[in-house]
């Protein structure tokens, strides 16, 4: 069997132009996220890659399935902050996926969704995943993981909510998006623990979720985020913050 290339490129030329320590790629796997961390616990390099055609199992927020038919970008990274803050890291790696969509767009489209959704055209195009494994209060590492629609086809049943970057970019590769991402997704790990006042200031410039009202996981108004990666609610008696939980508008 003919080993597997993305866009025509092997694994192995994959991993030199992305700089990273290995890549890689498979036609179907459960969750790209299950095989990073399966790879960290056998002491692969931070900076692992890997790519699937197709997961049968891939997963999102709270559990949440994702759809990931050929087509897409399912990717799982291994790296090793210098920090636990998950929440913190999932908003950066949001800016760094937000900013490559505009480039390839070659204007602003993306907005961010907190805690870990790109937004296009109102609907969704891209979901990030983090998860660390600890050993006593130490982090050990940090799987990445990254679902983009680049392609593949969108069912009919979400399409009025999730969209593929095909639509707003016919001729777009799954290797556009990942010549500009991996490598900047590499640079995550030389951050501090809470967000910079430029990286508030960019994310408050995409933030999809300002301004309207929620149900869940608080009541109230979104409000923007603090530093630590917490989503801010105006409850209308005050402002009060959600660490974790999955969004629902009133």
Not at 148 to 162: C, T
Not at 205 to 223: I, T
Request: glycine share 12%; aromatic share 4%; proline share 6%.
């Amino acid at each position: 069997m003919a080993p597997l290339e993305l866009d025509g490129v092997p694994a192995t030329a994959l991993a030199r132009r992305w700089g990273v320590p290995q890549c890689g790629l498979f036609r179907r796997v459960a969750s790209t996220l299950d095989g990073i961390h399966e790879l960290a616990a056998q002491h692969a390099p931070p900076g692992t890659v890997i790519i699937a055609e197709e997961q049968t199992a891939g997963r999102g927020q709270v559990g949440r399935t994702w759809h990931s038919p050929p087509g897409g970008v399912w990717l799982g990274m291994l790296l090793q902050p210098a920090h636990g803050e998950l929440g913190v890291m999932s908003i950066r790696a949001g800016l760094v996926l937000a900013d490559v969509v505009d480039e390839l767009a070659g204007r602003p489209v993306a907005q961010l969704k907190w805690p870990n959704d790109v937004v296009v055209m109102d609907r969704k195009v891209a979901g990030i995943l983090c998860e660390g494994r600890w050993q006593g209060d130490a982090l050990q590492w940090l799987g990445l993981g990254i679902g983009v629609n680049v392609s593949n086809p969108i069912p009919a049943e979400v399409a009025d909510r999730a969209i593929a970057l095909q639509e707003i970019l016919p001729a777009v590769r799954r290797l556009d998006l990942l010549d500009r991402l991996v490598p900047a997704l590499l640079r995550l790990t030389a951050h501090a623990a809470r967000l910079t006042e430029s990286e508030c200031v960019a994310f408050g410039m995409r933030d999809w979720l300002r301004g309207r009202q929620l149900k869940a996981p608080l009541f109230g108004r979104a409000a923007g985020i603090r530093a630590d990666g917490t989503l801010l609610v105006d409850t209308g008696s005050g402002t009060t913050y959600a660490r974790e939980g999955h969004v629902e508008l009133a």
